[in-house]
């Protein structure tokens, strides 16, 4: 049977493939099938990430946070471009200092947009204290006129990290299981579900058992085909999305969504 690499997957995807693993399971008599225990244990699980993830989506904070990130992906995307654009300039002095700060930014890795929140705010202030500092670089960004741009993104990124620092007060003035230790049980949950039916499949006489190992396993291909190309398409919203802000990963989550 195909296995769901829930690491990848963003609070989002993890808590839509669990519901699409109960309708399935639901579709059929559980009870003729043995597994009632072992549905509601997900069940339950399931439903509390719903009800933690709905009020994460609901606070203002996140709302804000998401918006935030997106913009100093635009204006980390805008530098990209510009000194991607320079090295192809007539002018060597500007291709030699548009190449300086690309080595310098892909340095912190090829896709800094996808990192998490907390990674992507500690890549860019590192990078801009290495664009601030560093004479060689420095004079690169006056020699490409990218003051602007620089000093929106760093506004960005400062004023993202302000609003998850108030984020995370936020989340401890009002204590509630995180999205980590839900994802936790529910794995545990689901793996004993799935065994079970797997268990019946191979050694008795129903078979449905055998219909929903096989639909568990087309759901966790296409789920891990969903979730492979949108890593791989270098898309920004990743880091966007807020269902990944507990969950620290990147995902890739969830929350950055980075």
Do not use: C
């Not at 200092?97 to 690309?102: P, V, W």
């Not at 993202?160 to 989340?171: G, H, K, Q, T, V």
Request: charged share 20%.
């Amino acid at each position: 049977m195909e296995i769901p690499v829930f690491s990848r997957y963003r609070n989002s995807e993890f808590l839509q493939y669990m519901k699409d693993v109960l309708e399935l399971v639901n579709a059929n008599d559980v009870d003729v099938l043995q597994v009632t225990t072992q549905r509601d244990a997900l069940a339950v699980f399931v439903t509390q990430m719903d009800n933690l993830f709905q009020q994460e989506q609901s606070s203002g904070i996140t709302q804000e946070l998401i918006e935030l990130d997106t913009r100093r992906d635009k204006a980390f995307m805008g530098i990209k471009a510009n000194l991607e654009a320079y090295n192809h300039h007539f002018d060597e002095r500007m291709q030699s200092a548009a190449r300086s700060l690309l080595f310098n930014m892909n340095n912190y890795g090829s896709n800094i947009p996808r990192m998490n929140y907390q990674a992507e705010t500690a890549v860019i202030d590192s990078m801009l204290s290495d664009w601030e500092t560093e004479t060689d670089l420095a004079n690169a960004i006056t020699t490409t006129a990218l003051t602007d741009w620089i000093a929106e993104l760093k506004t960005a990124n400062e004023a993202f990290n302000d609003r998850y620092l108030a984020r995370i007060s936020e989340s401890a003035a009002n204590p509630a299981t995180s999205f980590t230790s839900l994802r936790e049980d529910t794995t545990d949950a689901y793996k004993t579900l799935t065994a079970h039916i797997e268990a019946h499949a191979t050694l008795g006489s129903n078979a449905t058992h055998q219909e929903l190992v096989n639909e568990f396993s087309v759901l966790a291909k296409q789920y891990n085909q969903t979730v492979g190309l949108r890593l791989g398409s270098g898309s920004t919203e990743s880091s966007s999305s807020s269902d990944s802000l507990n969950t620290g990963q990147n995902q890739n989550t969830d929350t950055n969504e980075g």
